[in-house]
């Protein structure tokens, strides 16, 4: 069992910055992938980024690649997810979420956190 709580998120003007961070219990956390979704009101959860468990592979969507990075430290049990350039079309709720390999797909994570409010003002 994996559980992850996300932080960071919050109100930012159009161009800004903010770093997310989900902190997970697990001492296993080091054997998974870790992904970070969002999702707007109205629309589906949708894939930002993912990271390998060592950290040596990340991919992104085309949507935020060049301006968000994702980032883990094992040692601390934490992934985060620097967002730069930020855009209103950027307002969501963030949630990271744990894989056992590397994927997009959300019905391949098996544990969540409870999300984090980050809203981009133009």
């Known amino acids: 069992q994996v559980e992850l709580v996300e932080s960071g998120g919050g109100l930012v003007q159009a161009g800004g910055s903010l770093r997310l961070s989900c902190a997970a219990s697990?001492?296993?956390?080091?054997?998974?992938?870790m992904g970070w979704f969002r999702q707007a009101p109205g629309k589906e959860r949708e894939f930002v980024a993912v990271?390998?468990?060592?950290?040596?592979?990340?991919y992104y969507a085309d949507s935020v690649k060049g301006r968000f990075t994702i980032s883990r430290d094992n040692a601390k049990n934490t992934v985060y997810l620097q967002m730069n350039s930020l855009k209103p079309e950027d307002t969501a709720i963030y949630y990271c979420?744990?894989?056992?390999?590397?994927?997009?797909?959300?019905?391949?994570?098996?544990?969540w956190g409870q999300g984090t409010q980050v809203t981009v003002s133009s």
């Open positions: 697990a001492r296993t956390f080091s054997r998974y992938a």
């Open positions: 979420a744990a894989a056992a390999t590397l994927s997009v797909p959300p019905g391949t994570y098996n544990y």
């Open positions: 990271i390998s468990w060592s950290g040596g592979s990340t």
